[in-house]
């Protein structure tokens, strides 16, 4: 039972690490036909370049924003719910650690729905006569599918951590 307890709360921690390192790592890119450019790649908390809104506009279609902002309030969000059920957890306090795993765990499922709404409304297709079509996108990073997944990850281990009921000794 220990052993169970032991590795469900290294993996709940190893979904934590992999939310914080996607900190550091880049979410969000723009995609032109295909390409993705380096210089127009973006972490968690960067705001988009003027050129990308440029080229939206060149396509009579408005870059939407809202969505990323979203995402980083629940990525964010779902951060600060982790570092809570660590803490709720070391005060051994399991009703509240299982409320802060359920918390991260929707934080991770809000992130992942905000993120593909972002990417999914900010795509344009144009035609063009006799060089064909041509589409700009934003695409999802590493960034992005390690902090959904860290969530995720280590809100459901979490919860199956503060699940577990320890064997009570009985008395005599």
Sequence with gaps: MKTKKQVF????????????????????????????AEKYTYSLFQSVAREVELAF???????????????????????????????LRLMKSNNNAKIASLATVICGIVALVFGIIYTSVNTVKIQMPLI?????SMKGQAGFFMLCAGLILSGVFGMLLSSIKTPRKRKK
């Design 9 to 36: 709360f290294l993996i709940a921690l190893l979904g934590g690490v992999l939310a914080i390192v996607s900190l550091f790592l880049k979410s969000w890119a723009f995609d032109a036909n295909g390409e993705i």
């Design 57 to 87: 506009e060149t396509a009579n279609k408005n870059y939407v924003g809202i969505w990323s902002i979203l995402y980083s309030i629940a990525a964010a969000l779902g951060i600060v719910s982790f570092a809570g059920f660590l803490v």
């Design 132 to 136: 064909g079509d041509y589409v700009y």
